[in-house]
């Protein structure tokens, strides 16, 4: 089992530029493909991006293609996700979820095996 905390969120202009980190407690992340959501004030959570255990191959909603990286370094137990051209309406709690030996686009449907408490972000236009 890994336990997931988000950091990184903040405020920002359009146009700017964030970089959330998501670091793993626990044994095996290596293991886990990774997703980014986001929940916007009075909508659903969304998938946002999701990197695979197996070989780092990535999958994006199509609000974060061409904008969004999502990147992961095993050996510090971390998913990032780099977020440039930033809109408002990127705003929103963004949070890492986890899932044993998924597939990348299997990220998309649950269950997960962990998820992080969140981090905002906040895009002024």
């Known amino acids: 089992q890994v336990q997931l905390v988000e950091s990184g969120g903040g405020l920002e202009q359009a146009g700017g530029s964030l970089r959330l980190s998501c670091v793993a407690s626990?044994?095996?992340?290596?293991?886990?493909?990774v997703g980014w959501f986001r929940q916007a004030p009075g909508k659903e959570r969304e998938f946002v991006a999701g990197i695979s255990w197996a070989d780092g191959s990535t999958y994006y909603a199509d609000s974060a293609k061409g904008r969004f990286t999502i990147s992961r370094d095993d050996g510090k137990n971390t998913v990032y996700l780099q977020m440039n051209s930033l809109k408002p309406d990127d705003t929103g709690v963004y949070y890492c979820?986890?899932?044993?030996?998924?597939?990348?686009?299997?990220?998309?449907?649950?269950?997960?095996?962990?998820w992080g408490q969140g981090t905002q972000v906040t895009v002024s236009s």
């Open positions: 626990g044994r095996a992340f290596s293991s886990y493909a």
């Open positions: 979820a986890a899932k044993y030996r998924s597939a990348t686009q299997a990220l998309l449907v649950p269950p997960y095996s962990a």
